[in-house]
């Protein structure tokens, strides 16, 4: 069946047209007459506009519709009906893991890295679709006009870098999300996924190596075995306390000390300068440290003459003090020395002691009342010095004129009456004896000092 208004062709039973849903009128052929007829009479008429059939309704198309495609129909409208509410509904997700930015910097080997999360990026991209719970506006009321939602999340979440410091291009440091998710579920309707990663380190710049002991004086000064080290740095690059020593305190004249820049101070220049020094050590010879005589040898000559000449300054102004002058000295003979070395020369109260001694004869020829007394009385004498040192140019230095001398006496009694009581007697300084001397100067100090004998009797 033809529909009379879009020419669609319809199956024979159809009411409506499949295509417009238009009423289908069927056609009936015209009846054939065998009568003439007879002529009509024409009256002119004004004829009713014709109306148009009213189409039918909505519903009435719809259930015109095959029984399959209105099901078909319908299932559409649901999911799209179902989309819109679960769209209305439905929280956003936000992956923290895309707003992570990781960044290195400096040079390799001592690069440093910053882990931050973009906020901007976020709020750009979520901050419309934020709503606070109500949880939320219930305990802050009022009080969330002043707030956003993101700022919940800034408070709720926040990253770590396990290594970030003296890194190398390669390296790979784990980072670590911290989210309090139940904070953040109670008070914005929205939820968020994140993953503890890696990030790679890559394009960090080329250290530069530098001389620095170039630039650095070490001095020693002070006194052997208790010397110490010095250091002086003119470059720009580091400090003179970025130098370390293994050894500052006391040295000698020979020592060898090490001397490292400090790995903080390694790093810390790489990273504002992008250099570290090359080499990292040195070795350095401790030289020029004046010293505390430990041995005779190193008694110069001229040094020792000078000693020699004012110890029989001092014997002959004792001589001329205290003797009277029928006692004279018919010898004063140098026989050799002792020099005492401290065994603790850090806890010693003196580093050196060292003993010039004489054998001296002295001739007393005393006269009272026809009586004679006329003898010559052999003794001991010395003169000390104490804390004698060699300079840096190998010369003892020692004052001359600070010394000790014998404060033994011994005394020689002539027997001859002095007529108060008692006999004609002397008093020398000295020791009767060279055993007597050792035992006073050498072994009475043995358990402080060791010592060098060089005294021949003959």
């Known amino acids: 069946m033809i529909c009379r208004k879009c020419g669609e062709n319809n199956p024979d039973d159809a009411k409506f047209c499949t295509n417009c849903g238009s009423p289908l009128i069927p056609e009936t052929e015209p009846v054939q007459s065998t009568e003439t007829?007879?002529?009509?009479?024409?009256?002119?008429?004004?004829?009713?506009?014709?109306?148009?059939?009213?189409?039918?309704?909505?519903?009435?198309?719809?259930?015109?519709?095959?029984?399959?495609?209105?099901?078909?129909?319908?299932?559409?409208?649901?999911?799209?009906?179902?989309?819109?509410?679960?769209?209305?509904?439905?929280?956003?997700t936000i992956d923290l893991n895309k707003y992570l930015v990781v960044e290195a910097d400096g040079y390799n080997g001592y690069g440093t890295a910053?882990?931050?999360?973009?906020?901007?990026?976020?709020?750009?991209?979520?901050?419309?679709?934020?709503?606070?719970?109500s949880d939320a506006k219930k305990e802050y009321?009022?009080?969330?006009?002043?707030?956003?939602?993101?700022?919940?999340?800034?408070?709720?979440?926040?990253?770590?870098?396990?290594?970030?410091?003296?890194?190398?291009?390669?390296?790979?440091?784990?980072?670590?999300?911290?989210?309090?998710?139940?904070?953040?579920?109670k008070y914005i309707k929205c939820k968020v996924k994140y993953k503890d990663k890696t990030y790679k380190v890559a394009d960090l710049a080329k250290v530069e190596t530098f001389d620095a002991f170039a630039d650095l004086k070490v001095t020693f000064?002070?006194?052997?075995?208790?010397?110490?080290?010095?250091?002086?740095?003119?470059?720009s690059d580091l400090s003179s306390y970025a130098f370390k020593c293994d050894k500052t305190n006391g040295l000698k004249n020979g020592d060898t000390v090490v001397v490292h820049v400090d790995e903080d101070a390694v790093k810390e220049c790489a990273r504002k300068n992008g250099k570290v020094p090359e080499p990292a050590e040195m070795t350095f010879t401790v030289e020029g440290l004046e010293s505390y005589v430990t041995s005779l040898s190193e008694i110069d000559e001229a040094s020792m003459n000078a000693m020699q000449a004012q110890a029989a300054d001092a014997f002959n102004?004792?001589?001329?003090?205290?003797?009277?002058?029928?006692?004279?000295?018919?010898?004063?003979?140098?026989?050799?020395?002792?020099?005492?070395?401290?065994?603790?020369?850090?806890?010693?109260?003196?580093?050196?002691?060292?003993?010039?001694?004489?054998?001296?004869?002295?001739?007393?020829?005393?006269?009272?009342?026809e009586e004679t007394f006329d003898e010559v009385k052999e003794f001991y004498w010395y003169i000390a010095y104490d804390g004698l040192?060699?300079?840096?140019?190998?010369?003892?230095?020692?004052?001359?004129?600070?010394?000790?001398t014998v404060d033994n006496q011994f005394i020689v009694d002539s027997g001859i009456s002095d007529g108060w009581f008692s006999t004609q007697r002397w008093y020398f300084r000295g020791?009767?004896?060279?055993?007597?001397?050792?035992?006073?100067?050498?072994?009475?100090?043995?358990?402080?000092?060791?010592?060098?004998d060089n005294v021949t009797i003959e």
Not at 146 to 158: G, H, N, Q, T
Not at 227 to 234: Q, S
Not at 393 to 402: L, P, Y
Request: proline share 5%; charged share 25%.
């Open 389 to 404: 040192m060699v300079g840096a140019d190998g010369v003892t230095k020692v004052n001359t004129t600070d010394y000790r």
């Open 114 to 133: 910053a882990a931050r999360i973009d906020w901007d990026g976020l709020n750009a991209k979520y901050g419309s679709k934020l709503k606070f719970t």
């Open 37 to 92: 007829p007879e002529p009509e009479t024409v009256t002119a008429s004004v004829s009713e506009p014709k109306q148009k059939p009213a189409g039918p309704s909505v519903t009435a198309r719809a259930k015109a519709l095959p029984k399959k495609v209105r099901m078909y129909i319908g299932i559409a409208l649901a999911a799209v009906l179902l989309l819109v509410v679960l769209i209305a509904t439905s929280k956003p």
């Open 317 to 369: 102004a004792y001589v001329a003090k205290r003797w009277e002058d029928y006692v004279t000295a018919d010898e004063f003979t140098y026989v050799g020395d002792y020099l005492l070395t401290a065994k603790d020369p850090a806890n010693s109260w003196n580093q050196n002691q060292l003993y010039l001694v004489y054998r001296v004869k002295a001739h007393i020829a005393y006269t009272q009342d």
């Open 431 to 452: 020791f009767e004896t060279i055993d007597e001397l050792y035992k006073n100067c050498v072994t009475a100090d043995s358990d402080a000092f060791n010592h060098e």
């Open 141 to 185: 009321g009022p009080l969330l006009a002043k707030a956003k939602p993101v700022d919940v999340l800034k408070e709720s979440v926040s990253v770590k870098l396990q290594d970030n410091k003296n890194l190398s291009n390669g390296d790979e440091i784990q980072y670590t999300w911290k989210v309090d998710e139940e904070y953040i579920s």
């Open 221 to 235: 000064e002070g006194v052997a075995p208790n010397g110490r080290a010095l250091f002086e740095y003119t470059g």
